[in-house]
C-alpha cells in the first residue's frame, strides 16, 4: 500500500564500503530506477531520525547490519513542479563484515558488492550512483555530534548535528 507522503519528501540513502572497497548496491524492482545500479534507500518514518532511517532500510533491503560514518550528501529536486523530493546521504560502515546479502525480493531484483569503477562503467548505474562514483566524498563527508542537548524546552527525544571536523 502506498503511503501519502504530501508534497514534501525526506528520502536517504546509504554508502556502504566492505573491506574490499566495493560499494553495496541495488537494482529495485520498481520506479525510475527499476532494474538500475542504486543505492539501498527509502523514506524517513515518523519518529526516526534520518541517520536510524538509513540504517533501517539497508538492513531491510539487504540484510546488512550497519553503522552511520558521516553525511555525504544532501540530493533535492522538485518533481512536476509540485513535489519537493529531498534526500541525505550517508556513508555507513558495516557492523560486522562477515555478513551475507539477503534482498527484500518485494522491492529489489538484486543486491550486490561492486567496485566504484565497475559502477561507473555500466550503463545500468544511476545517473546520481554514476556521480558519486566519480567523486571523492569520503574527504568532505560530515561527521556527527552526538550528546548534545540543544535544551529541553524543544523536547527533543533524539538529536545529532552533522558537520565537517
Known sequence: MKKDRGKV???????????????????KAYS???GRWSLPAGFVNAGETIDEAIVREIKEE???DCL???L????????????SDNMAI???????????LCIQ?????EA????PKELAQDEMTSVMLREMVSNQFEKHRLDAIEGINPGDVFGYSSYKLFFKK
Not at 550528501?73 to 513535489?83: A, E, K, L, P, Q
Open 32 to 34: 525510475g530506477l527499476h
Open 105 to 109: 525480493e518485494n522491492e529489489l531484483l
Open 90 to 100: 550517508f556513508y555507513c560502515r558495516m557492523s560486522d563484515e562477515q555478513q551475507a
Open 62 to 64: 539487504t540484510g546488512i
Open 72 to 83: 555525504i550528501g544532501f540530493r533535492t529536486g522538485v518533481i512536476r513542479n509540485d513535489i
Open 68 to 70: 552511520v560514518s558521516g
Open 9 to 27: 519528501w525526506l528520502g536517504v540513502a546509504g554508502v556502504t564500503v566492505n573491506q574490499l572497497g566495493q560499494w553495496l548496491v541495488v537494482k
Open 112 to 115: 550486490k558488492w561492486l567496485y
